[in-house]
């Protein structure tokens, strides 16, 4: 048998060496930050998302050998297991594989088989199926018997077709190929149920819907499971279109096949066939219909976690407005816009409520409370929450911007996902113990426009809304997924040892919950820490997390300048040499580009630091410290639009990019509602994956092509040239692949659906709306 490491490493197209050097270091305590960044040598340079299919192979090739163990063990004890079996259950390379083979021998509650077994019925299912030329009735009459409960003739026979109706449900090798059959050829018919019309309103596309398995997007798989579980939809698997459906289907004539069974006019011939549609119609397609359910909701969640994932890392790596100080303001009308002051370092340096909007107007009061804060603190840039009064607050803003032009305010609208969360966490309790609940989200919004992804750590990533159907997903998968992009993100921009969070600190390689609190408290009692070595001193920090941790964090302005970059400490000594090298000093070698590039990584090769080290420190000098996430940009939203009512066709509009979906992506333009732009109108050419071409966080320029006031929806295109209304053609797959729903009409031939029409379509097949 293939052994895990020698499998991972044909999956990843790497050496089995390089695989093995990885699992070793993993299963040591290492991170895969640590082993990507630090340990490139040792597992050839794998990187990061290398090593993360790694992990998660690793885990499941790990699951399917303990599996492999137990099924082994329980076999053997049933005496039940020879060779043949035993490399049978050795060769299955997946779980479904080794539960197909497994069934047969899986302990269960006493079948309609087995009892007809107990009544020895086997010979006679054997005697039919080997002899079919036998009359049934006459095989059957031998088996009558009172003692063992067979009754008459009818009875024998029941039970005989009992034992073959299980015998070809546990065939694993058939049942494997009728799987995939019925994959590739079935579909997922959708039904609204009695009296659900007007509730399942949002659900109106798959009242009566059909598509097939195989070319289901996974947003439209989601939906539909979502529809069944609030009992507006009723949801079964079809082996095929049942208009195209033969007398005797091509799943029963594989059966057949597999057991030389066949109509040539025998006796049994029409017996074994009756057992096979029987054994076909009320258990395999049961079976099998169960397995399809599962894999297409393992798909879709797979799919959406992925694209949770991607857009949560997106929103990570957003560019940070930088250490300025900071307004943030919290929209509000009756309770008030909440006001919190930052400066450069993200503290909280003053509060206010005020009221400009309705009920109590009071316009010009709220304008000379926050003229008096922007002076008063030297305030560079204004964060506006985007939820509710957002558009009004804004116009505030506008006008405290113009009537202060010496200083040079700039005015960004932030999305506040999440934030409520954060001011009822415990650590904003504890963070801003005398500050009011409902002022933190003010606080919380100005320091993620200083720096999104410090700010965004403090929030369990599930509350930040970037994800499509993701109450509906596992809890397990979905946390996992997202807990180590917030690790990837945090680990690959590093982290300023002296200013970060207990929770931001908590993301960093080797570190954890604890041991994050134990560094804060350490700080807090005795002051900034000078030098990377001094973590030394954090209780409960030992030789292993200092590894792990030393070379994300960083020291500003500490006694070693090194301490602020990339560089980790355990290859100082490779910059000691670089330094004799160049005969310079540190100072001076830092950021010296000319000096740096005229090396020679391979003079400072040794046998502990090879040369993807030595390049990394040499490019880690060159620019220390330096930031992986872009320069920060805002936009700017138009004069004068800022509400449904105010867009009209044909409208050229900056916004941000607010989600990727799997349809399309959702743009802020700054009407208190994202328009979307469908896959079918992001490009002139096929795009497979929206993320492609935009990320959430993106400033794009796009055209209204529709709005549909009554329903609140905006159809957009990035394609500045499309004209509102027009319908241009595009690939009929843009829309994910979706069948027409039954009762509709194709696209014609050579006019394909409007982008608007695709929006609405996407949007009411997905059961999603706008924000």
């Not at 990377?532 to 030789?543: C, I, N, Q």
Request: glycine share 8%.
């Amino acid at each position: 048998m293939v052994s895990i490491q020698a499998r991972i490493a044909q999956e990843l197209g790497v050496r089995e060496q390089q695989v093995q050097a990885a699992v070793e270091l993993l299963d040591g305590g290492a991170t895969v930050p640590f082993v990507a960044r630090y340990r490139k040598e040792v597992t050839g340079s794998l990187d990061d998302a290398q090593l993360r299919t790694l992990e998660e192979r690793l885990r499941y090739l790990r699951e399917l050998e303990a599996r492999r163990k137990v099924i082994l063990d329980s076999v053997r004890e049933q005496g039940k297991l020879d060779a043949t079996l035993e490399a049978a259950i050795m060769a299955a390379d997946s779980k479904g594989r080794l539960e197909d083979i497994y069934l047969p021998y899986k302990p269960k509650r006493r079948t309609k088989s087995e009892i007809a077994k107990e009544a020895g019925l086997e010979p006679l299912a054997d005697l039919l199926l080997r002899e079919p030329h036998i009359v049934p009735a006459i095989a059957a009459e031998p088996y009558v018997s009172a003692d063992r409960n067979v009754a008459d003739v009818a009875a024998a026979l029941d039970g005989a077709r009992a034992i073959l109706t299980e015998r070809f449900a546990e065939n694993a090798d058939l049942i494997g190929s009728l799987r995939e059959e019925f994959w590739a050829n079935g579909r997922l018919v959708s039904k609204v149920r009695e009296g659900k019309n007007e509730a399942g309103a949002k659900f109106s596309d798959y009242f009566d819907f059909s598509e097939a398995l195989a070319k289901m997007p996974s947003h439209r798989v989601l939906a539909l499971f979502r529809g069944e579980r609030e009992e507006i939809l009723g949801l079964t698997i079809e082996p095929d279109d049942p208009a195209a459906r033969p007398a005797v289907s091509a799943y029963e004539l594989r059966i057949m096949q597999a057991y030389g069974i066949s109509d040539q006019g025998r006796p049994a011939d029409k017996w074994l066939a009756d057992t096979v549609r029987w054994a076909w119609r009320t258990k395999i397609i049961v079976l099998l219909s169960i397995d399809l359910r599962l894999r297409l909701w393992t798909a879709a969640e797979e799919e959406a976690v992925r694209v949770f994932a991607s857009n949560l890392r997106d929103l990570l790596l957003a560019a940070p407005a930088g250490a300025r100080p900071t307004l943030g303001l919290d929209p509000g009308y009756r309770t008030g816009v909440k006001v919190a002051v930052v400066d450069a370092t993200g503290k909280v340096v003053a509060t206010s409520t005020i009221y400009p909007h309705e009920p109590q107007r009071r316009w010009d009061e709220a304008l000379a409370i926050l003229a008096r804060l922007v002076r008063e603190h030297k305030v560079e840039l204004i964060a506006i929450g985007n939820g509710t009064a957002s558009r009004e607050t804004d116009k505030l803003a506008v006008e405290l911007v113009k009537g202060l032009p010496e200083l040079k305010l700039h005015k960004v609208v932030v999305s506040e996902a999440g934030a409520s969360v954060y001011s009822a966490s415990a650590y904003a309790s504890e963070e801003l113990p005398g500050l009011d609940v409902t002022l933190r989200g003010a606080v919380s919004i100005a320091r993620r426009l200083q720096d999104p992804l410090a700010e965004l750590v403090k929030i369990d990533p599930k509350s930040i809304g970037v994800g499509q159907y993701q109450h509906d997903l596992s809890e397990y998968k979905l946390s996992r997924s997202l807990d180590a992009v917030v690790e990837d993100c945090v680990n690959g921009v590093g982290v300023d040892l002296n200013t970060a969070s207990a929770p931001l600190l908590a993301r960093v390689s080797g570190i954890g919950q604890a041991l994050a609190q134990s560094i804060v408290s350490h700080r807090d009692t005795n002051g900034a820490f000078r030098s990377r070595k001094a973590l030394k001193e954090v209780p409960r920090l030992g030789p292993k997390a200092f590894e792990q941790c030393a070379g994300f964090l960083r020291i500003a302005h500490g006694d070693d300048p090194l301490d602020a970059s990339a560089v980790h400490p355990e290859s100082y000594p490779v910059v000691h040499r670089i330094i004799a090298a160049t005969q310079s000093k540190i100072d001076a070698l830092i950021g010296n580009a000319p000096v740096l590039r005229a090396l020679s990584p391979t003079s400072f090769v040794d046998d502990r630091f090879g040369l993807p080290t030595v390049t990394d420190i040499l490019r880690e000098l060159e620019k220390p410290g330096r930031d992986p996430r872009p320069a920060f940009k805002t936009a700017e939203f138009k004069a004068g639009i800022e509400t449904l009512n105010d867009l009209e066709p044909g409208m050229v509009l900056e916004g941000v990019v607010t989600n990727v979906a799997a349809f399309g992506a959702f743009v802020d333009v700054g009407v208190h509602q994202d328009g979307l732009v469908h896959v079918s109108a992001m490009s002139r050419s096929f795009v497979k994956d929206p993320r492609a071409v935009v990320k959430p966080g993106d400033i794009v320029r796009v055209k209204v092509l529709e709005v549909d006031k009554p329903r609140k929806r905006i159809s957009l295109s990035l394609r500045l040239d499309d004209q509102a209304g027009s319908q241009p053609a595009r690939s009929a797959r843009a829309d994910g692949g979706g069948a027409p729903k039954r009762g509709q009409a194709s696209v014609p031939s050579g006019k394909a659906s409007s982008p608007a029409n695709a929006m609405a379509d996407a949007l009411r097949r997905a059961g999603l709306g706008p924000r």
